[in-house]
Each structure stands twice: as C-alpha cells, then as structure tokens.
C-alpha cells in the first residue's frame, strides 16, 4: 500500500530552516495537515505493530493538466484571462515548492514498485512566493502585476513556507523529475486553462 501524504504534516519552517526531510518530526499546524498527520501515524502504527508494506510519500504542490480550477495556478490564469484580480493570501510571501503531476505520478510509481514501508518525500526544488509566481504568470499573459493582483487575509494555521529535501527517493529509488522547465509548463498551463 503506498500512503499519499503531504509537506505540509512537516508544519512551522523559519526561513532559513533546511528543508525537511523523511526523519523531521511532523507537526501539523492546520486541521487539513493534523488529518494527513493522523493517517501517517495510524499507517506507521500498523507498519511497527503488524509489519505491513505500507510506504508513505510526502509531496509539495502539484501543477499540471485538469487541475481542480479552486486551485492556485488555475485560479491565477482564469481570473487574468476574465480581467479579475488574482487574490493572493497575505502579502503573497508565502513560499512553495511546486512539482508537475506526472513527476509526482513517476514517484508513487516509483515507490510502490521498489519501495519500502517507509517515508518517501517528493519534490523538484522549484521554490517561489506566491508573488513571484502570480508575476511569472501575469508576464506570460501580458498582464501588469500591480493591476491584476488583490490581497486578501491570510488562511488560518498556514504556515510560511514548505521545503521538502527529496535526496532520499532521488538516491534510493532513482527519481528524477522530467517536468524540469517550469516557466514552460507555466506557458503550456496558460494554454490550457485560458
């Protein structure tokens, strides 16, 4: 059985934090993190207690096609492509890591096939605030930023910033992302979802 997970069960990062890894403690900040944290712990218990096969992935935010359209990267094109404007939590400095769909499938594949009743982070080290990715978006569109981007209060228990190290699957299990050229498959995304 192969658990999907998430970073943000990993919670609080200060900024010049390293980027968690498989062995950092988990401490969820949010009742969405608590829930993915109470699934890893119960997966965990029947791994020590019944030693069942279960590997557990940990994975920052996926991007790709038919993306739900509450999401982010969505939600930024569509409103640009209506002239609305891109709400953006607090003062859009949040920071996260983003990796394309059919990367993160590679590495469930990855992990139920050759892994180990373990926990497997998945990642790429594509890192942005979520500014600097409405900017990114905006100049692909032709929009101005400052014209096309509203702030908005901030979730709550949302924490700043998610960075996970993915060295292990990478080393151990041979992942390696495809979908390297973000700014690219941000161009193809605006196609898409325009």
Not at 8 to 34: C, H, K, M, Q, W
Not at 35 to 62: G, H
Not at 149 to 166: K, N, P
Not at 170 to 186: H, K, R
């Amino acid at each position: 059985m192969v658990h999907i997970s998430t970073d943000e069960v990993y919670g609080l990062f200060e900024f010049n934090d390293p980027s968690f890894i498989e062995s950092t403690p988990i401490n969820p900040r949010s009742p969405y993190a608590a829930s993915k944290a109470s699934s890893d712990l119960l997966c965990m218990a029947y791994i020590n207690t019944f030693d069942c096969n279960i590997s557990i992935t940990r994975c920052c935010n996926n991007y790709g096609p038919n993306q739900h359209s509450e999401k982010f990267i969505p939600t930024i094109i569509k409103s640009l492509s209506k002239n609305k404007k891109v709400p953006i939590y607090g003062e859009g400095l949040n920071i996260r890591e983003w990796v394309h769909v059919y990367d993160h499938n590679l590495a469930v594949w990855l992990v139920a096939t050759k892994g180990k009743p373990e926990v497997y982070n998945i990642g790429s080290g594509v890192e942005l605030t979520n500014i600097e990715l409405v900017d990114k978006i905006c100049k692909i569109m032709g929009k101005d930023l400052d014209k096309s981007a509203v702030f908005v209060e901030d979730r709550l228990g949302h924490d700043f910033r998610y960075s996970i190290d993915c060295s292990k699957i990478q080393e151990e299990l041979l992942y390696e992302p495809l979908y390297t050229d973000f700014d690219e498959q941000l161009k193809e995304l605006v196609k898409e979802y325009a």
